[in-house]
């Protein structure tokens, strides 16, 4: 719902640059309480994330995030531009669910709730300022921001555990379906001259997240179709499994036949990449055919 009547004339009938001028000058007020209470919350918290992001090959993909989210915003700016801003105070409710997030974060000692909060209060800024129309334009672009805000680690390990021994198994499977001796305790592989344990990083679990939000952006380019999205997001998942068990497979044949040496060190950063590598162009093909099939 709208409040028809919570902007100034010039903000219902002007275009995004006008309207927004006239919308913020209208509430000249809460813009500068919100602005300061922003900055003052979550420039501790930002600090930290990008740091974190920086140093954590895991979500290293999520500095990207911001702007391949400013880039969805500006590939539909003349849509935007068109759009009447209408402020909505809809708007207040979600910033104040949004501060209500982050407290609840500090209390429980949670980073994740605490920095979702921000794409929260990010939404609702947007809704109480140009209004629904404007929101549900830019909705998909923020909501693109949670891929740069990292799983708690109870979750990350609750998914990495079973995709290792998922991983594990049918890497073993082949292995000894081309004749290599080979035997498997959990994620531990072992072959008559080295042992080998399957890690987070070739669970798959890194690639994944990754490949998900590359898989997200590249999709929602791509495709017109929500089904069509859906499918190519989705395809994300057994495509970095499959990546991952060659990774390992690979690894396996080259270290049974020239020991140690051969999975450690470059090898295996390079098999990493090009295993990526290998997703992507996967995910591609998927979405490129989807795209030339059907309406």
Same mark, same amino acid.
């Given at each position: 719902?709208?409040?028809l009547g919570s902007g100034p004339p010039a903000a219902r009938s002007g275009g995004l640059a006008d309207g927004l001028f006239d919308a913020i000058k209208a509430r000249r007020l809460w813009f500068g309480v919100l602005a300061i209470l922003l900055v003052a919350l979550y420039y501790p918290i930002v600090v930290p994330l990008v740091g974190e992001l920086y140093n954590d090959p895991n979500y290293s993909h999520g500095l990207l #995030? =911001? $702007?391949? &989210?400013?880039? %969805? @915003?500006y590939t539909r700016i003349d849509e935007i531009r068109s759009i009447p801003v209408i402020p909505s105070n809809w708007g207040l409710a979600v910033i104040l669910a949004g501060v209500c997030l982050m407290i609840v974060g500090f209390l429980g000692a949670e980073h994740f709730t605490v920095r979702v909060s921000m794409i929260v #209060?990010? +939404?609702?800024?947007?809704?109480? $300022? @140009?209004g629904t129309r404007v929101f549900r334009v830019a909705a998909f672009p923020i909501a693109f921001? %949670? $891929?740069?805000? =990292?799983?708690?680690?109870? #979750?990350?390990?609750?998914?990495?555990? =079973?995709?290792k021994l998922m991983v594990s198994k049918y890497s073993v499977m082949f292995l000894k379906g081309v004749g290599i001796m080979v035997w498997r305790e959990g994620n531990i592989i072992t072959f008559p001259n080295i042992e080998l344990e399957v890690a987070d990083a070739c &669970?798959?679990?890194?690639? @994944?997240?990754?490949?998900? +939000? @590359?898989?997200?952006a590249f999709a929602y380019i791509t495709q017109k179709s929500k089904l069509k999205m859906a499918i190519v997001i989705l395809s994300a998942i057994p495509v970095a499994i499959f990546a991952n068990a060659v990774r390992v497979i690979m690894t396996g044949i080259l270290a049974r036949h020239w020991? +140690?040496?051969a999975a450690e060190g470059f090898f295996h950063e390079f098999a990493g990449l090009a295993v990526f590598a290998l997703a992507i162009a996967i995910v591609v093909a998927i979405g490129t055919i989807l795209r030339r099939v059907g309406k």
């Open positions: 719902m709208e409040k #995030v =911001p $702007f391949i &989210s400013g880039y %969805f @915003l #209060v990010l +939404a609702g800024m947007v809704l109480y $300022f @140009l921001l %949670f $891929f740069a805000v =990292p799983l708690p680690y109870i #979750v990350y390990d609750m998914a990495a555990f =079973p995709l &669970s798959g679990i890194r690639s @994944l997240m990754s490949l998900i +939000a @590359l898989g997200t020991g +140690a040496q």
